[in-house]
C-alpha cells in the first residue's frame, strides 16, 4: 500500500488542507453532534480514496443500498461503477443486525467479517451502531486490538460517532488510538449555519494541514471547503 492515500478530486481544496492525502495506517475518528456532517466528510473522503484507484468498504447504520446510492449521487459522487467492479463494497447494518439473535454477539462477527476488512480502507459511519447496549472491557479490548492490528497492515480506518450515543469510557479510548481525531461543529453568524472541522490530533501527517476547516454542502457539487469564513 502507498504511504499516503490520495483523496484529490477536481475543483476540490480537501486534499490539500488534510496534507495531500492520509497517511496509510491512519486511524481516523470524527465526532460530531447530530447533523454536523460527518456522513458528508466521510462520503467525500470516500468518494476521493475511489477516484484515486483505492478500494474500500463503507458500513452504514443509516442507509439501505439503494438510498446510500442516491445519497452519493445527490453529492454528485457517483459510487454505481465502484459497486458494479467491486471496488466499493457498501454494507448497510441494519439487516445484519436483525439477523443476530443477541446484540452482545455481533461484534466479533463483525470484526471477524473477512470481505469488510479485506479492503484498503474501512469505514464505519456509526462506530456506537456496531457495540453492544453495555460493553464490557474484555468487548472494548477485542475491538482497539483489531483496529490497531488492521492499522498495522497498513489500513486506514475511518469512524463516525456521536458522542451522546457513546459511553464516555469508550469514547476516549478510541480518541487515544486515532492518529487523526476531527471534530465537527456547526455554528450561527449572520442567520447563517457555519459548519467546520477541527484537526484536533494529526499523528503522521505527511504535509502541512490546516487546523479549522470550514465547510458547507451543496447539490450536485458536494463537499466544499470555504476560502475564509467565521468558525
Not at 2 to 13: G, K, S, V, W
Not at 134 to 149: A, F
Request: net charge positive; charged share 25%.
Amino acid at each position: 500500500m502507498e504511504a499516503l492515500l490520495r483523496i484529490q478530486i477536481p475543483n476540490d481544496e480537501l486534499h490539500r488542507r488534510l496534507g495531500g492525502g492520509i497517511p496509510s495506517g491512519s486511524i481516523i475518528l470524527i465526532e460530531g453532534d447530530r447533523g454536523t456532517g460527518k456522513s458528508i466528510l466521510s462520503q467525500r473522503l470516500l468518494y476521493g480514496l475511489l477516484r484515486n484507484g483505492h478500494t474500500a468498504s463503507y458500513v452504514s447504520s443509516q442507509y439501505t443500498t439503494p438510498e446510500f446510492i442516491n445519497q452519493m449521487e445527490s453529492l454528485g459522487y457517483s459510487v454505481i461503477r465502484d459497486l458494479i467492479k467491486h471496488n466499493l463494497l457498501f454494507v448497510s447494518l441494519y439487516p445484519l443486525l436483525v439477523g443476530v439473535s443477541e446484540r452482545e454477539k455481533f461484534l466479533p462477527r463483525f470484526l471477524g467479517e473477512s470481505r469488510i476488512w479485506g479492503r484498503e480502507v474501512i469505514i464505519i459511519d456509526a462506530i456506537s451502531s456496531i457495540l453492544p447496549k453495555e460493553m464490557k472491557e474484555e468487548e472494548l479490548r477485542l475491538l482497539t486490538m483489531h483496529l490497531k492490528k488492521m492499522s498495522s497492515l497498513g489500513k486506514v480506518i475511518m469512524m463516525t460517532v456521536n458522542p451522546q450515543d457513546i459511553e464516555g469510557n469508550i469514547l476516549r479510548i478510541l480518541e487515544e488510538i486515532s492518529s487523526m481525531l476531527v471534530r465537527l461543529n456547526v455554528k450561527t453568524f449572520g442567520g447563517d449555519l457555519k459548519n467546520s472541522a477541527t484537526i484536533v490530533k494529526y499523528n503522521n501527517a505527511m504535509g502541512i494541514f490546516q487546523k479549522i476547516i470550514p465547510f458547507r454542502v451543496e447539490p450536485k457539487v458536494g463537499f466544499i471547503v470555504e476560502i475564509a469564513a467565521v468558525v
